[in-house]
């Protein structure tokens, strides 16, 4: 049995942990260890979830010494990290929470401090995350020795709306910082079961006139809404209490209303020029600091912000700013909690905040956003309140609040959401008192492993906080899945999907697409959904391979799915053999982040596929047959014959001539022919490389095949077919990958002779070397400018194809097809390059402008985006060659590629319905 048990509040600003021990009831807070200054150890209750990356001989490795052995290096945590990232810019990560919530970047790559130039070390969000983990970890083992946390009962707190990928994350980043054991609660939850503890007493008359309570939690990143049915106890017991209600991720909080006072600071500090990623960073961190000043009880009328200079003019260039009380009340109050009505619905704008790379929503309104929640719970929440609820016309709204959060010791904010709240529902509702805002969360957590472990005060239930559907394959426009697994599901308890078996093939991937909703619709396990609206979010896939015997060959084995919401709080999925239900496949979640968009509707098989997977056997089939060479290359005009013209086939028709062709790979060299069909038919077919179910798997059967090479190497066209196929399945590629192919094409065209025609067949290539190298997203950015300076290099030469400045603009391009945003080319080094477009005369060189509009297109982070009046300079020239205006539409406002520009940008046209996500 463990001596403690112990809850942690993992949180974007702050991490906080409380604790009880076994048979006391008592919880505390952990004193938390960490340096306050050089040399300076404090213990602190809250540990600022935050790292500073010094430059090398900046800090006195002795100033740093923590009071337990082994104490990381090359970071500063806590709240001198803090102090430190105010003063000097670019080297502070922040917000590491909310990166390892966005499925938009590989959460596991070094990408952090966001924007911060090459010199700083960067980490990944799951590593830094781990580090503020490990960090707890040592100071516990520090003050309990012979009780090591990782021996304890530990409970993590994580947002109710975070989604199975971040929450597989969240519990990955503790086994890293060596927590393996623990439980997971929801942050609002564990909130309103601090309260719940501390009024254990008298909970039955405390709650005696509540029957819904809204828990309104608004951390630095994020708002976490949950609804809580209260029941009263039967003869004057506690009260059951239910969650029915939780909202979906809404990356909004503290952190966003810092990041709309810099940008007020900045207009004011003069100069003219924008700030760089890293001084911006450093205007957020200190107007975070005059946030909490101005908005605190008995607040100075004003406060100045000074921002100091760089380099030698650290202190001549210093510029200051006065921020006020009345004006900072203003733009949060106003700009973040309008007073609306609650028919008010989020608006849809062209893109949110993209600050630092994390995508804010559009509508930073949180009354707003809130209006929308209470609606979609409507339902559940007239139920609620029964008698006390309105009529059918009228909305159903909370009796009693709960705020909690850091954001919310300001008392104009907390005031105008109970304002609110209570203009909409007509009478005012009871306010629950919070007594400590940035510490109930981890109090809450261990309140809530001592009422389902000692019955110490009722534990709030409702089991998961969604329904799980997986999507079928099946035909129709509309979107259609199976539930897997109910909302209100509790842990532990395993859901079979009745009346659904799957023949699978072993030694084979299998992959599924999972939904979740958070809507109260009383789904059950098995049933199907015919319209699977917009309000259902794409979760991570789930895959696995189910390993065959050896020698048994391949076969196929019938199996159900079953779900489970585990006692730790993620989603477990398995495929369980339907004639032996000992033999268990469990389906992991894939992480790495999905470039396209959610997949197209499904089809039908198409009728003549049979004929032509016959044509594919015929050509590339066990039993050679005689086939002239015009024969294997007229495979491509049979299958246009039986399919339709090519550009026309759906994803499903293109992978499963794929699949046929990849069974068949070991043949395709019979001849210069076969291998020239065979390779331009798999890229064909698997482009781009991602976007449909076992994608990945095809990927990694595909590149078994580069260290092959081509067996023909005096035929130029093969090889021209050769770099095409890797060019069209590179979406799909891993980075180790990418740079494998790219050290392979480096090699072939550094032996290009200065000026002098190819001397070997794959120079004939050349054309197709050079696409390729620059549809390689995922190598690292240092990489990418190494091929952009090579492509100007070559640029440089009057026999140079146009098509190559096509290739820069790729290389160059602000917001890649399909790669993460931390692999983008710096702003200042693409600045460059567009320099040397601009001093082209579009008209003669057809590529430039598109290039152009590629590498100036705006994407709202300062870290990637050119000046301004580059920018301007670029809009400009495209009105003036009469370029699309959708081209100087991407430079001026940003916004997404259309069919026609994303058809320019890949190289060709994608499969119908899909689009990567740009």
Not at 539 to 553: E, N
Not at 680 to 708: C, H, K, M, S, V
């Amino acid at each position: 049995m463990s001596a403690y048990l112990v809850g942690i509040d993992l949180g974007t600003s702050n991490t906080v942990v409380a604790y009880a021990a076994a048979g006391d009831d008592a919880i505390r807070l952990l004193e938390i260890p960490q340096l306050t200054g050089p040399g300076e150890v404090a213990p602190q209750p809250l540990l600022p979830s935050v790292r500073y990356h010094p430059a090398a001989g900046e800090l006195d490795p002795a100033s740093l010494a923590l009071p337990w052995a082994g104490a990381a290096e090359d970071a500063v945590i806590g709240r001198y990290a803090r102090d430190l990232g105010a003063r000097v810019p670019g080297r502070l990560v922040a917000s590491a929470k909310s990166w390892l919530s966005h499925p938009g970047v590989d959460r596991s790559a070094a990408i952090l401090p966001w924007g911060a130039p090459d010199d700083v070390a960067k980490v990944s969000p799951l590593a830094a995350s781990a580090s503020y983990l490990a960090h707890v970890g040592a100071a516990w083992d520090a003050q309990f020795a012979g009780h090591p946390l990782a021996e304890q009962d530990i409970v993590l707190t994580i947002p109710a709306s975070f989604d199975e990928g971040a929450r597989a994350l969240t519990v990955e980043a503790a086994r890293l910082a060596g927590l393996p054991r623990l439980r997971l609660i929801e942050e609002p939850q564990a909130a309103f079961q601090d309260w719940i503890f501390r009024h254990r007493a008298s909970l039955a008359a405390e709650l005696a006139e509540a029957r819904l309570v809204l828990v309104c939690d608004v951390g630095g990143g994020t708002t976490d809404l949950t609804l809580v049915q209260v029941e009263p106890g039967a003869d004057g017991g506690p009260p059951k209490l239910t969650r029915i209600g939780v909202g979906d991720h809404l990356m909004l909080g503290g952190d966003n209303m810092d990041l709309a006072l810099a940008h007020l600071a900045e207009q004011r500090l003069g100069g003219g020029e924008r700030l760089s990623a890293a001084r911006f960073s450093q205007l957020v961190q200190r107007c975070r600091v005059a946030k909490e000043q101005l908005l605190a009880p008995g607040a100075p009328e004003r406060v100045t912000l000074t921002l100091l200079g760089g380099g030698s003019k650290l202190i001549g260039a210093a510029r200051s700013v006065e921020l006020t009380r009345g004006e900072v009340e203003q733009l949060v109050v106003d700009g973040f909690l309008p007073e609306v009505e609650a028919s008010a619905q989020p608006q849809q704008r062209r893109a949110g905040i993209v600050e630092f790379g994390l995508p804010y929503p559009s509508d930073a309104a949180i009354t707003r956003h809130l209006a929308a929640f209470l609606r979609r719970h409507a339902g559940a929440a007239r139920a609620a309140l029964g008698d006390a609820a309105p009529g059918e016309d009228g909305l159903p709204l909370p009796d009693t609040l709960l705020l909690n959060g850091g954001v919310f010791r300001a008392g104009p904010i907390a005031e105008r959401l109970e304002a609110t709240l209570a203009r909409w529902r007509g009478a005012p509702l009871r306010v629950l008192h919070n007594d400590a805002p940035d510490l109930a969360v981890a109090r809450g957590a261990v309140a809530w492993g001592l009422a389902r472990s000692g019955g110490r005060g009722p534990a709030i239930g409702g089991g998961s906080a969604r329904s799980y559907f997986f999507l079928l394959d099946e035909g129709g426009d509309a979107r259609r899945g199976v539930c897997v697994l109910p909302r209100g599901t509790e842990a532990g308890h395993e859901v079979h999907l009745p009346g659904r078996s799957f023949a699978l093939r072993l030694g084979q991937a299998v992959r599924f697409q999972l939904v979740s909703s958070v809507g109260d619709t009383p789904w059950q396990a098995g049933e199907l959904v015919e319209q699977l609206g917009d309000d259902f979010i794409h979760l991570p896939p789930i895959a696995t391979v189910l390993p065959a015997a050896a020698g048994a060959g391949r076969r196929d084995v019938t199996v159900q799915l079953t779900a489970t919401m585990t006692e730790v709080g993620t989603l477990e999925m398995h495929c369980v053999s339907a004639d032996d239900p000992g033999r268990r496949w469990l389906l992991a979640f894939e992480l790495r982040g999905d470039a396209a968009s959610p997949p197209p509707p499904t089809t039908t098989e198409h009728p003549r596929l049979p004929a032509a997977l016959a044509e594919i056997e015929r050509v590339f089939g066990g039993q050679a047959q005689p086939m002239d060479a015009r024969e294997v290359r007229g495979l491509r005009a049979r299958l246009e014959r039986l399919l339709g013209p090519r550009e026309g086939r759906d994803l499903p028709l293109l992978r499963a001539l794929f699949d046929a062709l990849m069974e068949r790979a070991g043949r395709r060299r019979r001849s210069a022919e076969h291998e020239r069909c065979w390779l331009n038919l798999a890229g064909y077919t698997l482009r781009p490389g991602l976007g449909a179910a076992l994608d990945e798997w095809r990927i990694e059967r595909l590149f078994g095949l580069f260290g092959q090479g081509i067996q023909y190497q005096q035929e130029g066209r093969n090889w021209s077919e050769w770099w095409t196929l890797w060019r069209r399945a590179a979406g799909g590629l891993p980075e180790a990958a990418q740079l494998e192919i790219l050290e392979v094409l480096a090699g072939h065209l550094e032996t290009l002779g200065e000026g002098k025609r190819a001397r070997a067949p794959v120079h004939e290539s050349y054309d197709d070397m050079v696409r390729l190298a620059a549809s390689l997203e995922r190598v690292p950015a240092l990489h990418r400018i190494e091929v952009g300076k090579w492509l100007l290099e070559r640029l440089q030469r009057p026999a140079e194809k146009p098509h190559t400045w096509w290739a820069l603009g790729r290389v160059g391009a602000r917001r890649p097809l399909y790669g993460s945003a931390h692999t983008v080319v710096p702003a200042e080094i693409a600045a460059g390059w567009l320099e040397a477009v601009l001093a082209l005369d579009w008209k003669r060189v057809e590529p430039a402008a598109f290039a152009a509009a590629q590498i100036a297109r705006l994407t709202g982070d300062r870290s990637l985006d050119l000046p301004p009046e580059l920018r301007d300079t670029v809009v400009r020239r495209l009105t003036a060659s009469r370029a699309p205006e959708s081209w100087a539409a991407l430079v001026r406002d940003g916004g997404k590629l259309d069919d026609a520009d994303q058809r320019r940008s890949f190289g060709e046209a994608l499969p119908p319905g899909l689009r990567l996500i740009d």
